[in-house]
């Protein structure tokens, strides 16, 4: 063989690849993942789905057409890392059991010792993903979003007589917190201007409407101060020297 053959220069090159994006966990991508597996039947599916993305203790919300994990969700996802009842295997397996029981072709405590065996499994192994939920900066994120969001539902409210009947009223406006002071003012019916991180903020109080719900609280941006006997401009002048 003539050695002439390898004196060439060789030019080397590298095939690049890229997986495909997965697929954005839609309900159609869900319904069919449940229909290759054969977890549930038409009618279960659609109304498990729609038991966890409902109520105030939901698990996924639905947004511009693709599954999210809610803070709740996210915490059931990490705790159930790794059991056998989050397997869609093992799922199959027991329904197959629970089909074979109804026909009488196994024993029927094969059921009830399976499910024993997995309850004892998964334990241990939902105890141990609880002691990691902590060093969860994604959980961490969750968290401190909820708070902000439970902070501003939970506001202390307070009671005062206002234009002669009895009305409770938030104890806080945006990111302010009345003073003693400004409620007297606002139970007396009385403007107050009060600061905010957009700047000053003028109103009273007054009977509003939220989403068909009639509630008492602070309104701001008069539509007329002049019209109102208890509303004062006031105006600086300053000499600026030259």
Do not use: C
């Not at 979003?145 to 002669?164: F, L, R, S």
């Not at 009895?166 to 003693?180: L, N, R």
């Amino acid at each position: 063989m003539s050695e002439d053959r390898f004196k060439g220069q060789a030019n080397p090159f590298v095939f690049e690849g890229q997986n495909p994006k997965p697929q954005a966990p839609g309900h159609l991508f869900v319904i069919n993942y449940l229909v290759k597996h054969n977890i549930g039947t038409g009618a279960t599916q659609e109304a498990t789905l729609a038991q966890i993305s409902t109520g105030k203790n939901k698990l996924i919300e639905n947004k511009k057409e693709k599954y999210n994990l809610t803070s709740t969700g996210l915490i059931q996802a990490m705790i159930s890392k790794h059991t056998q009842i989050a397997s869609p295997k093992v799922t199959l397996k027991l329904q197959e059991a629970m089909n074979q029981v109804g026909k009488l072709k196994i024993p029927l405590m094969t059921g009830p010792n399976t499910m024993a065996q997995i309850v004892v499994h998964d334990k241990q192994t939902m105890l141990n993903n609880q002691s990691t939920l902590a060093s969860s900066a994604q959980l961490q994120k969750a968290k401190a979003e909820w708070a902000k969001v439970q902070e501003a539902i939970n506001v202390p409210k307070v009671k005062g007589n206002w234009q002669g009947q009895d009305v409770t009223i938030k104890t806080k406006w945006g990111d302010h917190s009345f003073t003693e002071s400004e409620l007297t003012q606002l139970f007396a019916d009385k403007i107050i201007t009060i600061d905010t991180e957009r700047g000053q903020v003028s109103g009273k109080l007054a009977e509003q409407t939220y989403k068909g719900n009639k509630f008492f609280g602070f309104k701001p941006n008069l539509p007329d101060k002049a019209q109102s006997e208890d509303y004062v401009t006031v105006t600086s002048h300053q000499q600026v020297s030259k």
